[in-house]
């Protein structure tokens, strides 16, 4: 028996106050981590500010949790209409977020606003689960009552859970830890034994996969093929279509306007869809390729992130600017981030860790110009989305014949042994000047080793915490506080 985390988001249905006192709960937190955030400046632009006259000058930002003075009955009275552990949790995600920081694994927290912060962090003293599974938000005074959602499967009660709105829709999410029945190995363990086997035993055991952006977002070295359905391809065109036509009316609405709140609510839920079917395809796709019985699948080692940058503007020799292409690359950038290729990947991941499957990345060069069947290659083998071969004559689907060449080269990197290698220990680095600071890489199994890095040394600041009290800005959230009477 192993024990392993998971984390799950259901689908929530609020009733309208319940969703408005959310809402209310959502921006005081918010504003408690933006306090936060402008308090660790201050501290700092006054660190800079006595250096300049003092060199020896130690001034040191306090890293707390403290929240009381940023409460003012004149300025914020509407933060004593939420509880006390709403308030909390908001310095917890900046604390959390400063030791990211700190560690080198993330920047400076920096300013929130509804677009990237709209959910609230819940501990146990504000829910609970009931014996028949139902939720209850809230206690005493700030009791919201019970908080519908469906669970598409089994979980374990947790200590923490979020609450966010996204297009319209709202979520319960959290994460927990349950036991499984396998022994889950290391990669290198499981590559060690598959090196083993002989090329006989071997086969049927591994999986290249190919993606791509024109007919068919992934293709499998097994013959398969998974995109997007005809259906969903035709809802997005109609939802983008009906965006551009809400942004046009949005243009034109007043600031501040009850028509442009609805505006702006029609729109995110426009636009939020191509988000959720993309993240449905990526899990179903993910689950199909851990669960096919393959003991190695194979992706190409792309730069997504560099695939999709924009071109560098170009001029001539008396200043002008020439076309760069920006307009033709802006199209292929939004092919490639709406084919899901990265989610698809990692979320093989983890799904592949748990049932010992090992997966591993190799070069992307010439796997679409390489001949799988007798090694030649050239570009004039890639014919659009047929592949033949000009030496041997094999003809064959571009993407198949490709997926095929990404399941050779990572038998091969299985027989040369490095995913066998067992992973080297992490080096512990203090952390020195921002500048120097680089971020950790994700883990990739049998391919790369994150880098941990410890947090640096602040120590708090005592009596100076105080005589630095800041005044919050009393900017009321949008949402009602109370919830209608009779409730």
């Avoid at 917890?92 to 606003?113: E, F, I, N, S, V």
């Avoid at 600031?255 to 839920?269: D, T, W």
Wanted: charged letters at 25%.
């Amino acid at each position: 028996m192993t024990t392993i985390q998971s984390g799950v988001r259901f689908v929530a249905h609020p009733e309208p106050w319940q969703a408005a006192m959310l809402t209310h709960w959502i921006g005081c937190q918010r504003h408690i981590y933006n306090q936060k955030v402008e308090e660790d400046r201050l501290f700092a632009s006054q660190r800079r500010l006595a250096l300049r006259h003092d060199p020896q000058a130690q001034i040191n930002t306090p890293i707390d949790r403290l929240y009381a003075q940023f409460k003012d009955g004149v300025l914020t009275p509407w933060l004593s209409e939420v509880p006390s552990q709403v308030l909390r949790e908001g310095t917890y995600r900046w604390h959390t977020a400063k030791q990211r920081q700190l560690k080198g694994l993330a920047r400076m927290p920096r300013r929130r606003h509804r677009r990237n912060f709209n959910s609230v962090l819940l501990t146990s003293d504000l829910f609970e689960f009931t014996a028949d599974g139902r939720l209850c938000i809230g206690a005493g005074k700030f009791f919201v009552g019970e908080l519908k959602f469906k669970a598409h499967r089994e979980f374990v009660h947790p200590k923490m859970l979020s609450i966010s709105s996204t297009g319209g829709r709202w979520y319960v999410s959290f994460s927990f830890e349950h036991e499984v029945k396998d022994i889950l190995r290391a990669p290198h363990e499981l590559a060690y034994e598959l090196q083993g086997l002989s090329d006989e035993d071997l086969q049927g055991k591994t999986i290249g996969v190919d993606r791509n952006v024109k007919d068919n977002c992934l293709a499998t070295s097994c013959g398969t093929f998974h995109a997007l359905e005809r259906v969903n391809l035709e809802r997005i065109q109609r939802k983008e279509l009906g965006a551009k036509r809400h942004q046009r009316r949005l243009a034109r609405a007043r600031k501040g306007s009850a028509n442009r709140r609805k505006l702006i609510q029609k729109l995110a839920r426009k636009k939020a869809y191509k988000a959720q079917v993309l993240q449905d395809f990526a899990h179903k796709t993910s689950h199909v390729l851990a669960e096919s019985g393959a003991r190695l699948i194979t992706f190409e080692d792309l730069k997504i992130q560099n695939m999709v940058r924009r071109p560098r503007a170009r001029q001539d020799a008396k200043g002008l600017w020439l076309k760069n292409g920006a307009a033709a690359k802006a199209g292929l950038n939004k092919a490639i981030l709406s084919s899901a290729w990265g989610r698809v990947a990692s979320f093989t991941e983890y799904k592949a860790a748990r049932r010992n499957v090992i997966v591993a990345y190799v070069p992307p060069h010439h796997t679409s110009q390489q001949c799988s069947s007798c090694g030649h290659t050239a570009p004039g083998n890639r014919q659009g989305a047929l592949f033949h071969c000009q030496r041997c004559g094999h003809t064959e689907h571009a993407d198949s014949n490709a997926s095929k060449n990404i399941d050779a080269r990572g038998i091969a990197l299985l027989r040369s042994g490095v995913l066998s290698r067992e992973p080297k220990a992490s080096r512990r680095v203090a952390v020195k000047r921002r500048t120097e600071i680089k971020s950790a890489g994700s883990v990739r199994p049998g391919v790369s080793v994150e880098r941990q890095q410890d947090a640096a040394s602040c120590p708090r600041a005592g009596s100076a915490h105080g005589a630095m009290k800041q005044k919050a800005q009393a900017v009321r959230p949008d949402a009602p506080t109370t919830a209608p009477k009779g409730v």
